[in-house]
């Protein structure tokens, strides 16, 4: 009976091959059909696994929500509600490429100011808080907007940024150069109880930093005679909110002298945030995958009843029940395979282009969504050609009558 | 008969017609569950960023420059300038002020502490007065409630917050641990020479904030108030606002703009407005954003909301192309029907408004069934997300008929373009 089988098959093939091809228009508004819905699989899925962990990072513009400082009374006096500098490497050691970092060293200093746009002025010193910064880039910890700003300066002078407040009680601009010192009266420049920077922005916080002005570290370590300490080092600590309370552990794990607290405000804030928007991008994406499930599976359906008589033609000419289902159903199948092929590619290529829309960076291409769309997209297409089991009690001669 | 033609093939083949209209109502209600959800989640969660507190701070212009570390300011005593706490009320009369969900005043100063049980004093305690829960009267005769719990949502209280008009007092939980300090426990408080000690406030709860008020002792306003010399003022006020993210335009400064622009500017809740508008009602303030909180907040809410409205339109996408699909297949399906038609001397014309008359019927059909079902699964996402379902909007129910309309006829459109050309003979033999 081999040959008989080989037969079989071919026919059997030549019968789906055919039936694909009888009529273009209907296979074209199939793949139409099947294609959209694999795209939407393909891109929903990818993105939303892609946005959470985007919204995590999104997170990042809170700033700083970490802050480790000095233990009670743990300090001897002279470097009093002070922490040492190792504090800020250690903390760094756990996670370079994730934590953003910086010690700060606050002081209250004098300042005056060399204005360079109001030449009227006379400058004359002022007390104003200083914060020594480690890591330039700590305007994302302390996220502000600039008012001014200018080039940095190319000469032998730090740079330094003025806080809002700050800047109009002391009549600061951009480009101005300011002394600070330790001492209001001076004859000739010393190193070691002043020095000059020079003002590369004035930035606005809404809060406390308004009234700071920032420079390096460095230099106000070695005017106050403070070498390597810090007062803070607030750390930005990227994730999840369950990373976040893993970090915080580790973090406070290393540093077992210092005081590692988390900003509350900002820590269970995001937590908060975070769950809610993560809740709602799964459930959205949960319904309208299923919604456009079952629309897809209605629409194909619609499409597959029309193939009545053809199911009645079979039957009439001998074919049993099974074997006309399952010429159908492989129909189905092809269709859903090459729908879902055409539909996921299209959709991953969709969702990497949503992802650059919203998120300014394009979303990374997951490749197990590939095949788990095309799967859904083959389940659907088959589960919509089931109804034609129905067909089974058709009546071949009723069909061609053009009655049920 | 155009009536009758129309009635006749939806009783002829019910479960057909059934099947579109399902197609159709699901496909619709898709897209009225993700257009509901994305039109409303600007809102929901400008309240959800409120758990990160207060968005504007308002101090005294004349302010001196605060010489502040690590929440304790090292500017002299009574050096700097206070707010009247009778312009309070103003705040809710600004254009806004539905936007305005809470704002705090507050008090600080530095005092001696004597508590009861230890019997010593403890020096430069940094005191903070301000409201836990107050009733705010309103220029227009109405209430306010509104306190620190709101502005600082955060903060965690072991006990019960203070009476505000009670010789209460609450501890920071440093404090509380550095001088053992309990819950029920009654502590005096002065400044500068003691004479006789005053009388006692009884500790009604332990703070727990994550920042410096851990050090400190919060006590009602007007306590703090009478210790400082300073009825009726305050130096601070937190704003609690929900705000529209901030775009480039919100970014422009205000009095650089044109008559028209200011306008739009100002009838927008971005936050640099409703800051304007404050100052605007409290003289002699400055009003300023905290960035910390209101630039991510603007960001983040662009982000999502963007993100849901592609969800929407890949939504929107797939549903209109199947059901686009549903339509086309069922009109090719009735080529033998529209052979006959046009055999029997009807017009392209009169054929094509009998097939769209029935696929608008069954678009608005479907469409409404849709939106039904839409409104419901939106109403569970909201409320099982935030706990408020949005409110059905009309706006959605006439873009789902239209676009439910649009996609069957345009779905069928272009089978019946290849219908019209079609000769009745061949397709009545069946070729």
């Known amino acids: ?41 393909a891109a929903l899925l990818n993105l939303q696994v892609d946005a959470r962990r985007r919204i995590t990072s999104e997170f990042r513009a809170f700033g700083a929500n970490v802050i480790i400082g000095p233990r009670d009374g743990s300090q001897s006096q002279g470097v009093n509600q002070t ?34 746009r109001e030449p009227g002025m006379n400058s004359s010193w002022a007390p104003a808080v200083i914060a020594g910064y480690s890591n330039k880039n700590f305007l994302s910890l302390l996220p502000s907007r600039a008012i001014e700003s200018t080039e940095p300066t190319g000469w032998d002078m730090p740079n330094c940024f003025a806080g809002s407040a700050v800047a109009t009680r002391l009549h600061i601009h951009a480009g101005d150069s300011l002394t600070v010192s330790t001492v209001t009266k001076y004859e000739e420049p010393d190193p070691t109880i002043e020095s000059q920077c020079y003002v590369q922005a004035i930035e606005n916080f809404g809060s406390a930093e308004d009234n700071q002005i920032f420079i390096n570290a460095e230099v106000v370590q070695r005017l106050m005679k403070l070498p390597g300490r810090f007062s803070v080092v607030e750390v930005s600590v990227p994730g999840t909110p369950s990373q976040i309370d893993a970090y915080v552990l580790r973090l406070k794990q290393a540093i077992p002298d210092a005081d590692v607290h988390p900003l509350r405000q900002f820590t269970e804030g995001e937590a908060k945030i975070y769950n809610r928007i993560s809740g709602l991008l799964t459930t959205t994406v949960v319904i309208v995958l299923l919604l456009t499930g079952l629309c897809v599976m209605a629409a194909m359906t619609n499409v597959a009843m029309e193939r009545k008589n053809d199911v009645g033609l079979m039957k009439a000419i001998g074919g049993a029940t099974r074997r006309v289902l399952r010429l159908f159903m492989m129909e189905a199948a092809l269709l859903g395979l090459a729908g879902g092929v055409i539909g996921a590619g299209v959709g991953i290529f969709l969702s990497i282009w949503l992802g650059k829309q919203v998120f300014g960076v394009a979303a990374q291409p997951r490749l197990i969504v590939y ?34 | 008969m155009f009536l009758r033609l129309v009635a006749d093939s939806f009783t002829r083949r019910p479960r057909r017609k059934v099947l579109t209209a399902a197609a159709l109502a699901l496909g619709m209600a898709v897209v ?20 990160l507190g207060a968005n504007l701070l308002v101090t005294p212009q004349g302010d001196s420059l605060p010489l502040e570390i690590g929440g304790v300011d090292y500017r002299p005593v009574n050096s700097g300038a206070y707010l009247p706490e009778a312009d309070l009320p103003k705040i809710k009369t600004v254009f806004w002020h539905n936007n305005i969900i809470a704002f705090t005043p507050s008090l600080e100063l530095q005092v001696g502490a004597l508590p009861l049980a230890s019997q010593k004093w403890i020096d430069k305690v940094s005191l903070i ?27 965690q209280i072991d006990g019960r917050w203070f009476s505000d008009d009670a010789r209460e007092c609450v501890v920071g939980t440093a404090f509380a641990r550095k001088n053992y300090v309990k819950v029920g426990d009654f502590i005096s408080l002065a400044t500068g020479m003691v004479t006789k000690i005053p009388s006692p406030m009884k500790v009604t709860g332990i703070l727990s904030s994550g920042g410096p008020e851990d050090e400190s002792i919060l006590v009602p306003l007007s306590s703090a108030q009478s210790l400082a010399g300073k009825p009726g003022q305050y130096r601070k006020l937190l704003v609690s606002a929900l705000t529209k993210p901030e775009d480039d335009f919100a970014r422009r400064d205000p009095k650089t703009m044109k008559q028209d622009e200011f306008e739009r500017w100002s009838c927008s809740p971005y936050v640099s407005s409703i800051a304007y508008s ?38 929107l996408l797939a549903a209109a192309l199947a059901v686009g699909a549903s339509s086309a297949a069922s009109v090719i399906e009735r080529r033998t029907e529209i052979g006959l038609m046009k055999a029997l001397g009807a017009g392209s014309s009169t054929v094509g408004f009998l097939l769209a008359a029935e696929q608008l019927l069954l678009a608005f059909v479907g469409g ?16 099982k997300i935030f706990g408020v379902a949005p409110a059905p909007s009309l706006l959605v129910l006439v873009a789902v008929l239209a676009l439910a309309a649009g996609v069957t006829l345009l779905g069928s459109a272009i089978p019946l373009r290849r219908a019209s050309r079609y000769e009745p003979a061949p397709i009545l033999r069946g070729e």
Do not use: C
């Open chain 2, 129 to 155: 007065g301000t409201w836990a829960d107050h009733t705010v009267r309103l220029p227009d005769g109405g209430k306010f409630q509104t306190g620190i719990a709101k502005t600082s949502p955060w903060w």
């Open chain 1, 371 to 404: 095949p788990v769309a095309v799967a859904l997209t083959v389940i659907v297409a088959i589960l919509s050609a089931y109804p034609l089991r129905r067909l089974a009690s058709v009546r071949p001669a009723s069909v061609f009558r053009g009655e049920a």
């Open chain 1, 1 to 41: 009976m081999p040959a008989h089988s080989t037969q079989n098959r071919q026919m059997y093939w030549r019968i789906v091959r055919r039936l694909l091809g009888s009529n273009r228009g209907r296979v074209f508004v199939i793949l139409l059909a099947l294609g959209a819905g694999a795209a939407v699989t």
């Open chain 2, 32 to 51: 009225t569950a993700a257009l509901s959800v994305s039109l409303d989640v600007g809102d929901r969660l400008a309240s959800e960023f409120r758990s």
């Open chain 1, 83 to 116: 922490i040492e500098e190792s504090v800020l490497r250690r903390a760094e050691m756990i996670d370079s490429s994730q934590l953003l970092a910086s010690g700060f060293l606050y002081v209250v200093i004098n300042v005056a100011v060399d204005h360079t």
């Open chain 2, 278 to 315: 404050i100052a605007q009602v409290l003289p002699g303030t400055d009003v300023r954003v905290i960035r910390r909180v209101a630039e991510g907040e603007g960001t983040i809410l662009t982000r999502v909301r963007a993100l849901l409205w592609m969800v929407t339109l890949a939504a």
């Open chain 2, 368 to 383: 409404g069934i849709g939106y039904s079902l839409g409104i419901i699964l939106a109403r569970l996402v909201g409320q």
